[in-house]
């Protein structure tokens, strides 16, 4: 199955953009989603197949994929937009997942 | 609202046996695939099992390192899913989290169950 690499973290001052990668052999022949988790409790979706928000998340959330590499992207990261963040995918009977980045936003 | 929630986590032997149950609330699962997803301690997520819906054929799919070990089942006219998790390993450790799967992605969580496997 796919193996799909996200940076370790990324860091992103209030009210700036952050973009995090996601990196796996023709991603972009797939359908992307991506979760956003917080400490100690469960993910929470916040793209869907590679650009669409579910009901909700805010605008600032916002993803495209392409090629080699998926991208979601928060404009204007807030203080709550801490924790880390996960790409998936379905390939060849498989769920796969990104290995995590972690976003500070300070 | 959709509702998940886990029950039946806590501490098992190598070897032993446990079985999860995830209650569905706010709609029927019916026609909904349901998935297992667990998370390690300080880990990332990590796939488990998916079951389609009987409309579907009801068959289940399972990770590499559960397939052979773990059953999931569902009992749509109680609205729950069921995982069973024979013979664990030291590795199964971690909160294991109930998930539908509506459109495509993992849509709804529950707030995840911590299974144990220790001695």
């Known amino acids: 199955s796919s193996e799909l690499t996200q940076p370790l973290s990324v860091s992103v001052a209030p009210g700036q953009t952050a973009t995090i990668p996601c990196g796996g052999h023709d991603i972009g022949s797939h359908s992307v989603h991506w979760y956003h988790q917080r400490p100690g409790q469960a993910p929470v979706l916040v793209i869907y197949k590679d650009d669409q928000r579910p009901s909700g998340i805010p605008e600032r959330f916002s993803g495209s994929n392409s090629g080699n590499t998926a991208t979601l992207t928060i404009s204007g990261a807030q203080a709550g937009d801490d924790g880390d963040y996960y790409c998936q995918l379905w390939d060849r009977s498989a769920y796969v997942f990104g290995t995590g980045t972690t976003v500070t936003v300070l | 609202e959709v509702r998940l929630e886990e029950s039946g986590g806590g501490l098992v032997e190598p070897g032993g046996s446990l079985r999860l149950s995830c209650k569905v609330s706010g709609f029927s699962m019916s026609n909904a695939r349901m998935s297992w997803v667990r998370q390690a301690p300080g880990k990332g997520l990590e796939w488990v099992a998916r079951i389609k819906s009987k409309p579907e054929g009801g068959t289940a799919d399972y990770a590499a390192a559960v397939k052979g070990r773990f059953v999931l089942s569902r009992d749509d006219s109680k609205n729950m899913v069921f995982l069973k998790t024979n013979s664990p390993k030291t590795e199964d450790t971690g909160v294991y989290f109930c998930?539908?799967?509506?459109?495509?992605?993992?849509?709804?969580w529950g707030p995840g169950i911590l299974v144990t496997v220790s001695s």
């Open positions: 998930t539908t799967i509506l459109t495509g992605p993992f849509d709804n």
